[in-house]
RNA sequence: CGGAGCGUAGCGCAGCCCGGUUAGCGCGCCAGUCUGGGGGACUGGGGGUCCCGAGUUCAAAUCUCGGCGCUCCGACCA
C-alpha cells in the first residue's frame, strides 16, 4: 500500500479525551474515531488489526473443533422472557421497539439465542458434543464508558457455545476452550494467565478469566511468578485427548491465580516471596461452564443411550477482539508509539523513503516496494514529501514492525546493516545498490507466523543480508 | 447513578471573572522557494452556526436560565 493512496489520518497532538495509552494511541495512530460515548468506528488501519486478531481467534476455534456461524444483533425479547433473564439483565440492555411494538433488544450476549437454535434441531446424544461460535458486535449499555476500546459500550466479541450429554463431557468441552485460549492469547504476542472468576449475570459453577498482564490494567491480580514461563500447549496437540487436556488444564490452574474479587490473602502468602506477583491485569477472555441453567427453562433436551431425555449441558466462552486490540497496545508500546506483535501488525514492514523525489531513492524504494509485493508481503511504502524525521515518527507511531530505510546516504556507501535504533522496533537499513541480496534479505519481512517469511536480528546481521 | 469538570478551526489551547475593533495562538491543511538520516525554515493563503435554545443588554464567545454532548473520580461490567 501506497500511503499517498491510503487514509491514515494521524494525530500529532493526543485528543484530550483519551487518558490511558491504547486510546490515545489509537486515536493518534488513525486507527479508531469515536462516534459516540463507547461506540467507535475503525478505520483501515484499526481494522487491518481487528482482522488480524479476529483471524488468529477463528484459527484456534476451529482447532479446537468449534463451527462458526453468525447469529443477529437484535433479538425478540420473547427468548430473553423464557430464560427469566429479561428482567434480570438491567439498564445495561438496550432494549428496543419495532414499528409494531414488539419488544427488541440489541444482543448483549447470546446464550438464549444459540439454545433455541440448538433445541430446534437437535434430539440426540448423538449430535453430540457440539460447539457453535460467532464473531459479531455485542452492545452492552455500561453507565460508563471509559478507556476508549477498553471498555466500550458496543464491542466485537467471539462466544462459542458447547453443548453435552453430561457433566463430565460439558468439562471436556470446557477444558478445550482453555486450551484453545492460551494458545490464542500466546499467537497475539501476550502472556495470558487464567484465574479463578466470578460467574457474573452468565451464571454457572466453574470460569476462568483470562488476564494479560499490564501496567495500566483494569483491575488487581495476584499469582504465582511461574505462570509467566508456562509453556503453552503446541498446535498439534489432539483435542479429542480428554485426560491429556485435562493434565494440561489442571497444571494451568495447580497453583494460585486470583483476581481481586477473588483474592485469598492467605493462599497468596504461602507463594514464596520472590514468587509472587502482584500486578495489574485486564481480562481478555472469559470461560464459563453453567450445566443446564439455560437448557432446563428453555427446555433444550437430547434423548440419552437409554432413550430418556434430558437437558444438555453447556458452557460458553468470551474473547473480546476490539478490546484485545487496545490489550495488546496496552502490552506492547513505548514513548513513541505502538509496537505491534508481528502476528497482528497492520503491516508487516513499512518502506520509508528518506529522500522523495530524489531519482535514486524513489527508484530503490519502487523497486524494493514492488518486490515486496510480488512476494505477498504486507508493505507500507511511506512515499509522502515529508522530512525524514517525520517519517520516522509515523513509523514509530503506527507501530509497523520492520523500518525499512531508504536515503541517499546508505545508497551511497559500502554495504552494511546497522543493528536498530533505540527502541525494540526492528530497523534495517538498506545499504549499497538495491542488489539482489538486500532485497531478498527484505522479502523476508513478513508475518512471524508464517515461517517463511520469518526474519530475525540474527539473521539480518549475517553474511547472508549484505 | 452520586461527585467534579469541559464544549471556541481537523488537533491542542488562549480569550470568558471585568460584555464593546474584523475572535486569537501553536500544530496540521493549501501554494511556492530553499531543503532532506529523528516531527525543518521562510513567504503567502484557506479554514469558525464560539455545542444548541431562550433571556438580559444599545451590544453576548463573555452574564442568566434550560437543554444536549463529552470527559474524569467513585459504585458496576467482556
Redesign the pocket.
Known sequence: MRLSRYFL????????????VS?RLML?AGMIR?E????YAFLPLGHRVLRNVCRIVREEQDRAGAIEMLMPTIQSADLWRESGRYEDYGR?MLRIKDRHDRDMLYGPTNEEMITEIFRAYVRSYKDLPLNLYHLQW?F?D????????????E?L?KDAYSFDVDHAAAIHSYNRMFIAYLRTFDRLGLKSIPMVA?T???GGSLSH?FIILADTG??EVYCHRDYLDFAVPNADIDFDDAAMLRAQVERWTALYAATSEKHDAAAFARIPADRRVAARGI????IFHFGTKYSEPMRAVVSGVDGAERPVHMGSY???P??LVAAIIEASHDD??IIWPPAVAPFAAVILN?????VETDAACERLYRALRARQIDVLYHDL??????K??????IGIPW?I???????AEPARI?PE???VRG?I??AGAVSASPENALMRCGRADVPAARVDRAWIESEDCQ
Open positions: 489520518p494521524t494525530l500529532r497532538e493526543t485528543p484530550k479525551e483519551a487518558e490511558i486510546h493518534r469515536q459516540a460515548a463507547g461506540i445495561e455485542k452492552r455500561e453507565v460508563r464508558p471509559r478507556f476508549g476500546l477498553m471498555r466500550g459500550r464491542f466479541m466470578e457474573g449475570p452468565i478469566e483494569e483491575s481480562e481478555v477472555g472469559h468470551g474473547i473480546g476490539s478490546r513513541n508509539g528518506l529522500k522523495q523525489g530524489a514529501d515529508e522530512r525524514p524525521g517525520s520516522f515518527a509515523t513509523a514509530d507511531l523500518q530505510m531508504v536515503g541517499p546516504r546508505g545508497l546497522l535504533i533505540a527502541t530497523s537499513f538498506l
